[in-house]
């Protein structure tokens, strides 16, 4: 199926064989899955997974785009198509409440905040295959020295690996720039709840500040309070004041939140 590609909805599709497979193989997709891909777009990744999942659920943004595909895929039983914006769907109510599986090409222009949407939600999928711009996706599977706040809260939430790199000539049109594909695993044993979520964000937040300063002077600066505080709480917690966020392991954010985060946020009063 062919179709001009939007530009204003950072409309990239996919049409390189060897990528949409890797990006299945990825999903370990069996015949009880239900699949929700967001932006399906020509159906490219959309007709081989019809063939392997119980059930396949497109959700698309561009109306014109999906009246296409639904008469293009009209004779698979196992596939419904949704006309929304998928960063305001409520993923219970649209599966639901069943296991499912997200697999998507993300627009580079939201890419971010989708990612964050689905580390958010609330009936979260057990697995998500997902197609970043290369440098997104490096952020987000950084090591310590080089970490940024959406690497540390997606590698608290998820397991992560990345698939495969993805050359712009592998789209239709050509982006300016490579992809790259991830594979994220949501934990369910992991110390972040609903009711810390946010309170780990605003340490998170914090932290990363002022990348170039040091933890101590960043969370002084952000937080307000004498910078001396701040270091007793850092030694406390066996983390050298002088080193910066971005050197922090994930341990070391979930002990400074655990045994530090009253101290540093309390009003003083």
Known sequence: MRYRAQKSLGQNFINDDSVIFSAINAAEISDEDLIVEIGPGTGKLTEPLLGLARQVIGIELDEDLALKL???????????LITEDARHVDYGKVTNNQSYKIMSNLPYYAATFFLRTFLELNHKPE????MFQKEVADNVLASPGSMRLLSVITQ?????ERVCDVPKEAFEPSPKVDSSIIK???????FITASN???FCDLLRAGFSSPR???SNSL???????KPECIAVLNDCYIDPLRRAETLELAEWEFLFNNGYSKLFNSGE
């Open 197 to 199: 979520y946010v309170a």
């Open 156 to 160: 608290i939430l998820c397991n992560v």
């Open 70 to 80: 639904s008469n293009h895929l009209k004779d698979f039983d196992n596939f419904s």
């Open 220 to 226: 002084s600066i952000i937080l307000k309070k004498p």
């Open 213 to 215: 300063k040091t933890i």
């Open 127 to 130: 697995l998500m295959v997902l």
């Open 184 to 190: 994220l695993i949501p934990k369910t044993d992991d």
